[in-house]
């Protein structure tokens, strides 16, 4: 079983940054591709950013492009979100996912496409 761990949130003023973190723990192969997502209170969850098996190809969101990042080190079996020019609408809870049978550069942006999900992390953002 493959658990996530998501790391790197809390509390920032509009403006700032933070780098949110993801590591893999048990039995991974090297299929996976790799994603944040984001929910609101009371919003569904949203995609953010993602990754494929090869980091040559990346996908964000409208509202994040230009400001979030992701990368991964498979080395390290961790996915990162570094984000820039935070925004009070940016707050909510940040979930990592890892697609276990990722296509090979293709990037998957919807929930039902993810097999291993993290616990979350608060990401707040104050005007």
């Known amino acids: 079983q493959v658990q996530l761990v998501e790391s790197g949130g809390g509390l920032v003023q509009a403006g700032g940054s933070l780098r949110l973190s993801c590591v893999a723990s048990?039995?991974?192969?090297?299929?996976?591709?790799m994603g944040w997502f984001r929910q609101a209170p009371g919003k569904e969850r949203e995609f953010v950013a993602a990754?494929?098996?090869?980091?040559?190809?990346?996908e964000y969101a409208d509202s994040v492009k230009g400001r979030f990042t992701i990368s991964r080190d498979d080395a390290k079996k961790t996915v990162y979100l570094q984000m820039n020019s935070l925004k009070p609408e940016d707050t909510a809870v940040y979930y990592c996912?890892?697609?276990?049978?990722?296509?090979?550069?293709?990037?998957?942006?919807?929930?039902?496409?993810?097999?291993?999900w993290g616990q979350g992390t608060q990401v707040t953002v104050s005007s």
């Open positions: 996912a890892f697609d276990a049978n990722a296509i090979l550069y293709y990037v998957p942006t919807r929930t039902d496409e993810y097999d291993y």
């Open positions: 990754i494929a098996r090869y980091s040559g190809n990346t």
């Open positions: 048990g039995r991974t192969n090297n299929r996976l591709a």
